[in-house]
């Protein structure tokens, strides 16, 4: 069974990085013809993907966020991590991974998504 | 962006009833390579993540109860739920992954009347 779990900081400082690692079992992040991707939740409001990383190497943005985000993988821990820069109140959210195939690009799983809030 | 809205916001269907909910997109997701439209549906419940219900706009994920169904095709698709349970009480999106960026519907929240 496919599990992924998401980790880091609650709490985050406006204008720094925030750091999200999405751990997999299960699967192997390498695996060819699969993606990861990153989506967010803010309170009370629907989801907004991120974006996402291929394991054939390529990756792509939401516009609306491109400027400030990175995804990347970490085959030799089987994770998968999302750095977004500049962070405001406004990047207050909680985070989910979740994965896809190159060939069935909707989301069939999920993490169970972790609270990030941006605060000083 | 392919823009997906949601009707209604929210309903309340008694038990037993049949609950409907729709989605437009902007533009079409029906790719004519695949023959496919690229939409799915998600249902989630408080404090959980999404569940997918339907991708391919009408092709139940394994486990998903056949009381689920999707239909519609191009820019316009319906979740119907033919006899609400109980533990149908969610919030449920729509999705397109036709092109990126993919986007959501704004969910619609069944209750029990």
């Known amino acids: 069974q496919v599990q992924l779990q998401e980790s880091g900081p609650g709490l985050v400082k406006p204008s720094q990085t925030l750091s999200l690692t999405c751990t997999v079992s299960?699967?192997?992040?390498?695996?060819?013809?699969?993606?990861w991707s990153w989506i967010r939740q803010r309170a009370g409001k629907g989801l907004e993907w991120i974006g996402r990383?291929?394991?054939?190497?390529?990756?792509d943005y939401n516009p609306s966020l491109k400027s400030r985000v990175t995804i990347s993988l970490d085959t030799s821990k089987n994770q998968c991590t999302l750095r977004m820069s500049s962070v405001t109140a406004t990047d207050t959210a909680v985070y989910y991974c979740?994965?896809?195939?190159?060939?069935?690009?909707?989301?069939?799983?999920w993490g169970h998504g972790t609270l990030v809030t941006v605060s000083s | 962006d392919i823009v997906m809205t949601q009707s209604p916001d929210s309903l309340a269907v008694s038990l037993g009833e049949r609950a409907t909910i729709n989605c437009k997109s902007s533009?079409?997701?029906?790719?004519?390579?695949?023959?496919?439209?690229?939409l799915a549906w998600y249902q989630q419940k408080p404090g959980q993540p999404p569940k997918l219900l339907i991708y391919?706009?009408?092709t139940r994920e394994s486990g998903v109860p056949d009381r689920f169904s999707g239909s519609g095709s191009g820019t316009d698709f319906t979740l119907s739920i033919s006899s609400l349970q109980a533990e149908d009480v969610a919030v449920y999106y729509c999705?397109?992954?036709?092109?990126?960026?993919?986007?959501f519907g704004q969910g619609t929240k069944v209750e029990i009347k």
């Open positions: 979740a994965r896809g195939r190159q060939l069935d690009p909707y989301f069939d799983y």
């Open positions: 299960g699967a192997s992040i390498s695996r060819a013809g699969y993606y």
């Open positions: 990383f291929y394991t054939g190497g390529t990756s």
């Open positions: 533009q079409t997701v029906f790719s004519t390579s695949s023959n496919k439209n690229y």
């Open positions: 391919w706009a009408s």
């Open positions: 999705q397109q992954y036709e092109s990126t960026p993919w986007t």
